[in-house]
Structure formats: C-alpha cells, structure tokens
C-alpha cells in the first residue's frame, strides 16, 4: 500500500479566514466609495489579491495608478492581518482537528496548499502547525489555482505521486487545479458549487474515519 498525500487548502477548510479577508476587502471599497457585499466577495474566492483588486475596482468603475493600487493591497493586507491577529483554536472548522489526527495516526503524509500567504502563522495561532509536514503557500508558488503548481510542489515535497494525493478544498479553482493533477479532489462546502468534485461534504463532520482509511487503502 503506497503512502498518500492528504493536501489541505486553508481558507475555508481548516479555519474560516475568508470572512477576515471579506471584512478587510470591504473597509477598503467603503473608503473608494464601492458597494462590495457578500455576494461580490464570491467572485474573489480562490483568486489572487492582485485580481482581487481588480474586480473591486471593476465594480465601482475607479481607474488607478499602479501606485495607489499597491497602497490599497498593502493597507488591505494590514487590515487582515490585524484581525487574524486575534484567532485562536475556536476558529478551527468543525471535525478538522479530529481528521488530521486520524491521518496523522496512520503515517499519512499532510501537506498545506493555500495561496494564503499568512498560512504559518495561521495555523501557529490555532495550535494546528505542527501536525503538518509540509506548508506550500502562497509565498511559495507563483501560479494562482485553478493551476495545480501549489498542490503538485506539496505532493513533490512529501514524495507522493500525483495519483496518490487527495485534495480538500472549498472552491471551484482549488478543485479545477486538483482535477487538473490528476489528484483525488474533495470538495468541502456546497456540492452544487463543487459540482466538478471527486466527492463533497458539508465539512468534515459529514466525514467519518472509515472514508478516510477507504482513501488511505485503495
């Protein structure tokens, strides 16, 4: 039985960061003078900061310089940061320790996939680092998902092959780049979302340990 990689994305699967970054987006189109609700913050998931930007922008019609466009990613990225400042276990989604321990039990290789580029200290906070062996994030990687080059450099790291690496992720880019790599892709939220998923579940309370040791054996 060949080892596998057990590949997480971090926004939305391990802990709920996306509204941190919903909050932070929103300061910013509110001092532009742009109307940005939960709705438009969809379109930004799993979509690099740069885009992200620019979407916001988009909405409001606001042109700018490269230089004010720097200032406001960089004011964005303080504002986040002083919000997830303040996360502690509690932020863990539900049944996500529990998982891991159980792979862990089983010598499975776990990796981190995320563009996040704050994923370390993330995962320090709520207690959760040293249960993984590899961290590829968004420091790391120069593509954004739906290209695969996060999760194929964390397979590569743990010395998995593609084929025998699992996904979870929480959006349709993150899947697409998994099923891109040919690794199993598990999606984590709605199935009507994650349609192109392997297999889908609400969160990892609807996972039970005997699916996770199917995927360990076959």
Known sequence: MSKKAFI???????????????MAWQKLAESLDILFTPE????????????????????????????DKQKWLIQKNEDYLSYIEKMDESEILPNVRETLEFIRRNNQGVALGSASKNARPILEKVGL????????????????????????RAAQLLGVSNENAIVF?????????????????????DKNVLKEAEYCFPNFLYMDNSFIETLIKN
Do not use: C, W
């Not at 438009?40 to 230089?67: C, D, P, Q, T």
């Open 169 to 189: 992720e929480d959006s349709v880019a993150g899947i697409q780049a998994a099923n891109i790599a040919s690794m199993l892709s598990i999606g984590i939220g």
């Open 40 to 67: 438009h913050n969809e379109e930004l998931k799993g979509v690099s900061r740069v885009r992200s930007l620019e979407i916001i922008l988009g909405l409001g019609r606001v042109e700018a310089s490269e230089e």
């Open 129 to 152: 680092l040293h249960f993984f062996d590899v961290i590829v994030d968004g420091n790391d990687v120069t593509n954004a998902k739906p290209d695969p080059e996060v999760f194929v």
């Open 8 to 22: 997480f994305d971090l926004d939305g699967v391990i802990v709920d960061t996306a509204k941190y970054h919903f």
